[in-house]
């Protein structure tokens, strides 16, 4: 026989299980997804948001229902039971954070794989020609090789560099040699940024993207993505960096590749056409 | 065991001490003196960071930056974080709880080193006051409390250079008093008394000390050096001079990272002691408190690089610091449900004690869930450096330390003063902070996640309904205090007398008069190997007996 107050903890357990999962897939916290990376985070935001919940709700949910159940009545003076420990609902908790953790971590690690973190940074398609080949490029994420999209299997990345310093990001394409302050890309092409930065430490952020990178002075790192919605998006400094920090912001254009192209046109030096 | 504990027969204390409220002023070598002042200096600071918190609010109520100029707005949350964690935070659950409580737990008449306790508490106030008086110089530091190279090379120096020493002498003074915990937990028991029938905020701060004396060094030695890039133009971290600054952000995180744990391990011992005596239960599985202790000191010192995500780390270091720091939640966790479980079952009283602590421990769930979303590589990508971050550490060193700190104010109160508080005032005082805490903080989740960056005076005109929200939040949390100074005021000036043990504890703070006299007891230390024996009627009347007992050996 399950008495009753197994029944009823039961049933509240799956009630919570299933307003966690319900609250994980239909509240939406994040801004919009604009590029490859976007969705895959999304989705590992909504499993760590339901866990986050059930387990919140759970928790302070014990915490507040001992509190009102186990309050002292007036008049009693009495102890309560001189309980000191248990040692199988002691291994019981260790075992569940345990197991929550060790199902996120390797969730994450999928998630992470997905998104290129484990390619191996500064690969050939990440143009090298113009560092020193001495220097080692540290990593932002991933290969723009990941791209999952069949679209871009073969697509070679167009190469952008970034560099940084107090208070703007300007961008270099070496290719046709242009230099601006906002990033202009096609959509659904993989991009991949190389970035320094001239003085202290900034960091590219594109909350669209689910993406940021530390623009460090003396190294440089690199950072890949594929834009996958037009629209113009912030480009947002993320490491403190002085007075007009608050301030340091850009936009990424992201066109269709008509646009592109003639954005691209219109300032490229294209010193041939002038012969 | 019959070992006699007598007091010392000369009092080399009292010729240096003097009486009344001039002894919080004085060179006191009493380590219950020492604590208060290591407490009341700290609230001095804590209502000095609070204000500049307020500063911070205003000037976040609207998008653009137009209440403090750019660079004092820096220079304001630079002050704000170093006074809030150097000399609110660790001062207090350390130096405040550890000095007053720890010779009584273990049955000593002071510290180990009376005299290297007074000297930590006093490096306290000159540190603070020049970190202070920096900003009516040239201007405060305003590279936050990272100090970040360049940055921090390329700021003006004098403020930077002053918050290096004043950084430095309050890593000293930590290091001082951690040396002090150890010797005294290890070294000065009393006689019968085994590691293991210690009250658990002996453990807690034997962990902690162990952090502070293998962690702070390397802050000091970092800072040395960063000051040396600073006045001498070395080149450790400056790249300009072919240095490296992802070196410094190592060496600064293997303190600093360390240092979290250093402010909220002591919390939990703390709260350790509080929930039994008001639920009249003993501390559920003892045992498995102190292995997850120790447990936290090890993984605590091997984490660090989570803080450095997006610095350029490579992938292996990535995955590892992101593994062992979601580790970190199964000790935490373990924690948690043994306090649930202290709950469960027991006669609890809804006092302004345990509410503090319980809003300790739901706040504390929710920053260790962020905490273990955030050591996820893939997930800390996206809010690393924003106000997600802001939110996850308030709800850590707010929410968790500072709600401890209240609520152990209102448990020791009465043995500090022998006075008793004003309950529904501090359940006032609970309710105003719990909502004013949450109402600040939780929007900043939001923030972060849909691209407000941390560190920013100014910021996307979107944002701005819901800072207001948390600037509210913030205001309530700044009135909250004003309750509490009145109750402590009145209480000070008119208050009940509370007797020697109001709560009737078992800890052997409580088997002494309150406030207790100079060298803890009138006679022999009591032996207490049940510090949570509750439940147990036979043992409690032993122990009021022994207390009875020492009165009358007088
Ligand atoms: C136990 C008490 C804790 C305290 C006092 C604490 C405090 C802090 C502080 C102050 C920061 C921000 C540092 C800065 O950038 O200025 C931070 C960040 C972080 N915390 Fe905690 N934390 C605690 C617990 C945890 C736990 C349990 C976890 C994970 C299991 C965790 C994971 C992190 C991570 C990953 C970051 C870095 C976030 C980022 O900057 O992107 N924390 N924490
Ligand atoms: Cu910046
Ligand atoms: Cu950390």
Same mark, same amino acid.
């Given at each position: 026989?399950?008495?009753?107050?197994?029944?009823?903890?039961?049933?509240?357990?799956?009630?919570?299980?299933?307003?966690?999962?319900?609250?994980?897939?239909?509240?939406?916290?994040?801004?919009?997804? %604009?590029?490859?990376?976007?969705?895959?985070?999304?989705?590992?935001?909504?499993?760590?948001?339901?866990?986050?919940?059930?387990?919140?709700?759970?928790?302070?949910?014990?915490?507040?229902?001992?509190?009102?159940?186990?309050?002292?009545?007036?008049?009693?003076?009495?102890?309560?039971?001189?309980?000191?420990?248990?040692?199988?609902?002691?291994?019981?908790?260790?075992?569940?954070?345990?197991?929550?953790?060790?199902?996120?971590?390797?969730?994450?690690?999928?998630?992470?794989?997905?998104?290129?973190?484990?390619?191996?940074?500064?690969?050939?398609?990440?143009?090298?020609?113009?560092?020193?080949?001495?220097?080692?490029?540290?990593?932002?994420?991933?290969?723009?090789?990941?791209?999952?999209?069949?679209?871009?299997?073969?697509? $070679?990345?167009?190469?952008?560099?970034?560099?940084?310093?107090?208070?703007?990001?300007?961008?270099?394409?070496?290719?046709?040699?242009?230099?601006?302050?906002?990033?202009?890309?096609?959509?659904?092409?993989?991009? %991949?940024?190389?970035?320094?930065?001239?003085?202290?430490?900034?960091?590219?952020?594109?909350?669209?993207?689910?993406?940021?990178?530390?623009?460090?002075?003396?190294?440089?790192?690199?950072?890949?993505? $594929?834009?996958?919605?037009?629209?113009?998006?912030?480009?947002?400094?993320?490491?403190?960096?002085?007075?007009?920090?608050?301030?340091?912001?850009?936009?990424?254009?992201?066109?269709?590749?008509?646009?592109?192209?003639?954005?691209?046109?219109?300032?490229?030096?294209?010193?041939?056409?002038?012969? | 065991?019959?070992?006699?504990?007598?007091?010392?027969?000369?009092?080399?204390?009292?010729?240096?001490?003097?009486?009344?409220?001039?002894?919080?002023?004085?060179?006191?070598?009493?380590?219950?003196?020492?604590?208060?002042?290591?407490?009341?200096?700290?609230?001095?600071?804590?209502?000095?960071?609070?204000?500049?918190? #307020?500063?911070?609010?205003?000037?976040?109520?609207?998008?653009?930056?137009?209440?403090?100029?750019?660079?004092?707005?820096?220079?304001?949350?630079?002050?704000?974080?170093?006074?809030?964690?150097?000399?609110?935070?660790?001062?207090?659950?350390?130096?405040?709880?550890?000095?007053?409580? *720890?010779?009584?737990?273990?049955?000593?008449?002071?510290?180990?080193?009376?005299?290297?306790?007074?000297?930590?508490?006093?490096?306290?106030?000159?540190?603070?006051?020049? /970190?202070?008086?920096?900003?009516?110089?040239?201007?405060?530091?305003?590279?936050?409390? &990272?100090?970040?190279?360049?940055?921090?090379?390329?700021?003006?120096?004098?403020?930077?250079? *002053?918050?290096?020493?004043?950084?430095?002498?309050?890593? +000293?003074?930590?290091?001082?008093?951690? @040396?002090?915990? *150890?010797?005294?937990?290890? =070294?000065?028991?009393?006689? +019968?008394?085994?590691?293991?029938?210690? !009250?658990?905020?002996?453990?807690?701060?034997?962990?902690?000390?162990?952090?502070?004396?293998?962690?702070?060094?390397?802050?000091?030695?970092?800072?040395?050096?960063?000051?040396?890039?600073?006045?001498?133009?070395?080149?450790?971290?400056?790249?300009?001079?072919?240095?490296?600054?992802?070196?410094?952000?190592?060496?600064?995180?293997?303190?600093?990272?360390?240092?979290?744990?250093?402010?909220?391990?002591?919390?939990?011992?703390?709260?350790?002691?509080?929930?039994?005596?008001?639920?009249?239960?003993?501390?559920?599985?003892?045992?498995?408190?102190?292995?997850?202790?120790?447990?936290?000191?090890?993984?605590?010192?091997?984490?660090?690089?989570?803080?450095?995500?997006?610095? #350029? &780390?490579? !992938?292996?270091?990535?995955?590892?610091?992101?593994?062992?720091?979601?580790? @970190?939640?199964?000790?935490?966790?373990? =924690?948690?449900?043994?306090?649930?479980?202290?709950?469960?079952?027991? =006669?609890?009283?809804?006092?302004?004690?345990?509410?503090?602590?319980?809003?300790?421990?739901?706040?504390?769930?929710?920053?260790?869930?962020? #905490?273990?979303?955030?050591?996820?590589?893939?997930?800390?990508?996206?809010?690393?450096?924003?106000?997600?971050?802001?939110?996850?550490?308030?709800?850590?060193?707010?929410?968790?330390?500072?709600?401890?700190?209240?609520?152990?104010?209102?448990?020791?109160?009465?043995?500090?003063? +022998?006075?008793?508080?004003?309950?529904?005032?501090?359940?006032?005082?609970?309710?105003?902070?719990?909502?004013?805490?949450?109402?600040?903080?939780?929007?900043?989740?939001?923030?972060?996640?849909?691209?407000?960056?941390?560190?920013?005076?100014?910021?996307?005109?979107?944002? &701005?309904?819901?800072?207001?929200?948390?600037? *509210?939040?913030?205001?309530?949390?700044?009135?909250? &205090?004003?309750?509490?100074?009145?109750?402590?005021?009145?209480? /000070?000036?008119?208050?009940?007398?509370?007797?020697?043990?109001?709560?009737?504890?078992?800890?052997?703070?409580?088997?002494?008069?309150?406030?207790?006299?100079?060298?803890?007891?009138?006679?022999?230390?009591?032996?207490?190997?049940?510090?949570?024996?509750?439940?147990? =009627?036979?043992?409690?009347?032993?122990?009021?007996?022994?207390?009875?007992?020492?009165?009358?050996?007088?």
């Amino acid at each position: 026989m399950l008495s009753p107050i197994t029944i009823i903890s039961f049933l509240v357990s799956i009630c919570l299980i299933i307003g966690g999962i319900w609250v994980g897939n239909n509240v939406n916290l994040l801004p919009a997804v %604009a590029s490859t990376n976007a969705p895959i985070y999304d989705e590992l935001f909504k499993v760590l948001f339901a866990i986050g919940t059930i387990l919140f709700i759970g928790m302070s949910g014990l915490v507040i229902f001992s509190l009102i159940k186990f309050r002292r009545k007036p008049g009693d003076v009495d102890d309560g039971e001189s309980i000191e420990g248990n040692l199988s609902l002691e291994i019981l908790w260790t075992a569940i954070p345990a197991i929550v953790v060790l199902f996120v971590g390797l969730y994450s690690y999928d998630i992470y794989d997905r998104m290129g973190g484990m390619e191996s940074l500064g690969s050939h398609n990440n143009h090298s020609h113009h560092i020193n080949e001495e220097r080692r490029i540290w990593g932002g994420i991933g290969s723009s090789n990941s791209i999952e999209s069949p679209l871009n299997a073969s697509s $070679t990345p167009l190469t952008v560099d970034l560099s940084a310093m107090q208070f703007a990001f300007i961008f270099h394409y070496p290719e046709g040699d242009i230099i601006s302050g906002e990033l202009h890309v096609p959509v659904d092409k993989p991009i %991949a940024l190389t970035m320094e930065s001239k003085d202290v430490i900034h960091a590219f952020w594109v909350p669209e993207f689910r993406l940021k990178q530390d623009v460090i002075p003396g190294q440089p790192t690199i950072l890949n993505f $594929t834009p996958t919605k037009v629209g113009r998006f912030p480009i947002i400094c993320a490491e403190l960096c002085g007075p007009y920090h608050g301030g340091m912001r850009a936009t990424v254009v992201v066109e269709k590749e008509e646009d592109y192209q003639q954005w691209y046109k219109q300032n490229a030096k294209q010193v041939d056409l002038e012969v | 065991m019959t070992l006699s504990f007598p007091p010392s027969e000369k009092k080399p204390l009292e010729g240096l001490q003097p009486k009344g409220w001039l002894r919080y002023l004085s060179f006191s070598l009493d380590h219950k003196v020492i604590g208060l002042q290591y407490l009341i200096c700290g609230f001095i600071f804590y209502l000095i960071g609070g204000a500049l918190a #307020g500063a911070i609010r205003i000037e976040l109520t609207s998008p653009l930056s137009d209440f403090l100029e750019r660079d004092v707005y820096n220079q304001v949350l630079t002050l704000h974080g170093t006074i809030m964690i150097f000399l609110w935070i660790v001062p207090v659950v350390n130096g405040a709880f550890g000095n007053y409580l *720890i010779p009584f737990y273990v049955g000593a008449r002071d510290m180990a080193f009376p005299r290297l306790n007074a000297v930590a508490f006093w490096l306290i106030p000159p540190a603070g006051l020049m /970190l202070i008086t920096s900003y009516f110089i040239n201007g405060a530091a305003q590279s936050g409390w &990272t100090a970040y190279p360049p940055l921090s090379i390329t700021t003006p120096a004098a403020g930077q250079i *002053i918050w290096i020493l004043s950084v430095l002498l309050l890593g +000293g003074s930590s290091i001082f008093g951690g @040396i002090n915990f *150890i010797a005294t937990i290890l =070294k000065l028991r009393r006689p +019968g008394l085994k590691l293991m029938q210690l !009250p658990m905020y002996c453990w807690a701060m034997l962990g902690t000390s162990i952090l502070v004396v293998l962690s702070t060094p390397v802050l000091a030695g970092t800072l040395i050096l960063l000051s040396f890039d600073i006045v001498a133009h070395t080149g450790f971290f400056n790249p300009e001079l072919g240095g490296n600054v992802i070196v410094y952000q190592h060496l600064f995180w293997f303190y600093s990272h360390p240092a979290v744990y250093i402010m909220v391990l002591p919390a939990f011992g703390l709260v350790s002691e509080i929930l039994p005596v008001h639920c009249r239960k003993p501390l559920f599985g003892y045992i498995t408190m102190v292995y997850s202790i120790m447990g936290i000191v090890v993984l605590g010192l091997v984490v660090w690089a989570h803080h450095m995500f997006t610095s #350029g &780390t490579p !992938p292996w270091m990535r995955l590892f610091f992101t593994i062992a720091t979601a580790f @970190i939640a199964v000790p935490t966790g373990i =924690k948690f449900f043994n306090w649930v479980a202290t709950l469960w079952g027991g =006669k609890i009283s809804l006092n302004s004690a345990i509410l503090f602590s319980c809003g300790f421990i739901i706040n504390f769930v929710l920053g260790g869930i962020t #905490g273990v979303a955030l050591a996820q590589v893939p997930f800390d990508i996206h809010v690393h450096d924003t106000y997600f971050v802001v939110a996850h550490f308030h709800y850590i060193v707010y929410g968790g330390s500072v709600f401890v700190i209240f609520s152990s104010i209102y448990h020791w109160f009465p043995k500090f003063t +022998g006075k008793l508080l004003n309950e529904n005032l501090g359940r006032f005082h609970f309710l105003i902070t719990f909502i004013g805490f949450n109402l600040c903080f939780a929007p900043q989740h939001w923030l972060g996640l849909n691209g407000m960056p941390r560190r920013v005076a100014e910021y996307d005109p979107q944002f &701005t309904f819901v800072n207001q929200l948390s600037s *509210i939040g913030a205001l309530l949390m700044a009135l909250s &205090t004003l309750p509490f100074l009145w109750n402590v005021l009145q209480s /000070l000036l008119k208050g009940p007398k509370s007797g020697d043990n109001p709560w009737k504890a078992l800890t052997p703070e409580w088997l002494t008069s309150s406030p207790p006299p100079v060298e803890n007891w009138l006679g022999e230390a009591p032996l207490v190997t049940e510090p949570y024996g509750y439940g147990k =009627k036979k043992k409690i009347v032993l122990a009021i007996k022994s207390e009875k007992e020492d009165k009358e050996n007088i």
